[in-house]
């Protein structure tokens, strides 16, 4: 199920890349400091290097994961467009998993990017209510709360259009998809979400 939420995702993200103008794939992402074609270079990175290639990469970035995929991103959101939305095509079924993760993580990655992208450019995510369930059961676990760094904790989640809800106290609501973007320390345009905010 979830390599199929994960194959699905590709093949749609790709379907929604194809419509974009040269504009919006130039346009800021809510990725800080990428802009929509540095976002797809991340999300097909994994599809396209292989893991010595990876690891090739990371030890001449001195082993700091986020100045490698950084650079990666920079250098690779120069690489033709129709290259990279084909990738997502040609390589939907991989079945890559993030160092220390599973499938969970993959489709967790596979979402977050592609809201950073579609949720930036006011286009609707095509996410599976399922998968966005699922999603939010992920980032608001103890390790992507470290990670991330938002605190909710003493608040009530509630997602309202799809049936999820998580905690107690006073209740934070509004759509799964810019709940995942809160709990993922993106920007959520203001009057989106209701109730109380976390500090």
């Known amino acids: 199920m979830i390599s199929d939420w994960i194959a699905d995702g590709r093949r749609d993200l790709a379907d929604v890349l194809d419509g974009l103008s040269p504009a919006q794939w130039d346009a800021p992402s809510l990725c800080d ?67 220390g993760g599973g499938l969970q993580s993959s489709l967790t990655h596979q979402v977050v990017h592609g809201l950073d992208i579609t949720a930036a450019l006011g286009i609707e995510s095509r996410v599976p209510d399922e998968a966005m369930a699922a999603v939010l059961g992920t980032v608001t676990g103890p390790q992507s709360t470290r990670y991330f760094g938002v605190d909710v904790g003493g608040l009530r989640l509630q997602a309202t259009d799809l049936d999820w809800s998580l905690g107690h106290g006073p209740p934070l609501r509004g759509p799964a998809a810019s709940l995942i973007l809160l709990l993922t320390g993106r920007r959520v345009p203001d009057g989106v979400l209701t109730g109380s905010l976390p500090r």
């Open 33 to 99: 400091g990428w802009a929509v074609r540095h976002v797809v270079a991340h999300v097909t990175m994994p599809l396209r290097y292989s893991p010595a290639r990876f690891m090739l990469r990371l030890a001449a970035a001195g082993g700091r994961f986020q100045k490698m995929s950084d650079g990666v991103a920079r250098r690779d959101g120069e690489l033709p467009r129709a290259e990279l939305i084909a990738t997502l095509r040609d390589r939907a079924t991989y079945p890559w998993k993030p160092p």
